[in-house]
């Protein structure tokens, strides 16, 4: 069967409760958006941008020293050797990608469990280069979660693993455009990952000027997850 990537015929009411869905976890996000409640949520969409710096040091033959997530919603990757100028703008579009990724595959429930799993291994393997002991409770505590949530769709009639799926992949979308808008382009902090990549990028653009342009891709990975969603339930 050929993707339908027209849309045509849309919307059928898989399609409109995926619509629904997103709508109303966006709305919640932006309630609650100053409250602890979502703490945890931002911790691991800090934990995925630092994964994604330390997954492109790895790819371009580098070392991962260590990494850490802080409670202030900041974090750090340790790299020696690697592509810098890969390894710097990976981290807020590496988030961008893996909420994505985490939208998309809330659509199916196979391909919600192998997100969940991956998402578990992901944690655990960090876990064990862990800097502080923030980024070890989150580590722990999303891994125990994640279980706990898989006990309930496989054992119980509580099929909530698609759904959970799909709020950490909105989660982190919305964060990481946040982010970038509040990191890079609403203020400028010499030390952002923006500024470094500017230094060493021969391109004339300054910090600022690249937040813009990552915070556009973020954007576009945003829509694109939203609309890949409605072609694989289409």
């Given at each position: 069967?050929?993707?339908?990537?027209?849309?045509?015929?849309?919307?059928?009411?898989?399609?409109?409760?995926?619509?629904?869905?997103?709508?109303?976890?966006t709305?919640?996000?932006?309630?609650?958006?100053?409250?602890?409640?979502?703490?945890?949520?931002?911790?691991?969409?800090?934990?995925?941008h630092?994964?994604?710096?330390?997954?492109?040091?790895k790819?371009?033959?580098?070392?991962?020293?260590?990494?850490?997530?802080?409670?202030?919603?900041?974090?750090?990757?340790?790299?020696r050797g690697?592509?810098?100028?890969?390894?710097?703008?990976?981290?807020?579009?590496?988030?961008?990608?893996?909420?994505?990724?985490?939208?998309?595959?809330?659509?199916?429930?196979?391909?919600?469990?192998?997100?969940?799993?991956?998402?578990?291994?992901?944690?655990?393997?960090?876990?064990?280069i862990?800097?502080?002991?923030?980024?070890?409770?989150?580590?722990?505590?999303?891994?125990?979660?994640?279980?706990?949530?898989?006990?309930l769709?496989?054992?119980?009639?509580?099929?909530i693993?698609?759904?959970?799926?799909?709020?950490?992949?909105?989660?982190?979308?919305?964060?990481?455009?946040?982010?970038?808008?509040?990191d890079?382009?609403s203020?400028?902090?010499?030390?952002?990952?923006?500024?470094?990549?500017?230094?060493?990028?021969?391109?004339?653009?300054n910090?600022?000027?690249?937040?813009?342009?990552?915070?556009?891709?973020?954007?576009i990975?945003?829509?694109?997850?939203?609309?890949?969603?409605l072609?694989?339930l289409?």
């Amino acid at each position: 069967m050929k993707p339908n990537w027209e849309l045509k015929n849309c919307c059928d009411h898989d399609q409109k409760v995926f619509l629904a869905t997103v709508g109303i976890f966006t709305l919640v996000i932006l309630a609650l958006w100053r409250t602890f409640l979502l703490t945890p949520f931002k911790l691991i969409t800090v934990f995925l941008h630092e994964a994604s710096h330390a997954i492109a040091c790895k790819l371009t033959c580098g070392e991962v020293m260590g990494m850490e997530v802080h409670a202030n919603e900041g974090g750090v990757t340790q790299t020696r050797g690697g592509v810098y100028w890969l390894i710097l703008p990976a981290g807020y579009l590496g988030s961008s990608f893996w909420g994505m990724a985490l939208i998309v595959a809330s659509t199916n429930l196979i391909s919600a469990r192998i997100a969940a799993g991956c998402l578990a291994v992901a944690l655990l393997i960090v876990l064990f280069i862990a800097k502080n002991w923030t980024l070890r409770g989150l580590c722990i505590g999303f891994i125990v979660f994640l279980a706990i949530v898989w006990v309930l769709q496989e054992k119980t009639t509580i099929h909530i693993l698609k759904y959970v799926i799909l709020f950490i992949g909105v989660m982190n979308s919305l964060f990481s455009v946040y982010d970038i808008y509040d990191d890079l382009i609403s203020r400028r902090v010499n030390s952002s990952d923006a500024e470094k990549f500017a230094e060493i990028c021969p391109c004339p653009c300054n910090g600022v000027g690249w937040g813009i342009i990552w915070g556009m891709i973020s954007f576009i990975f945003l829509s694109a997850s939203v609309y890949l969603g409605l072609v694989v339930l289409s």
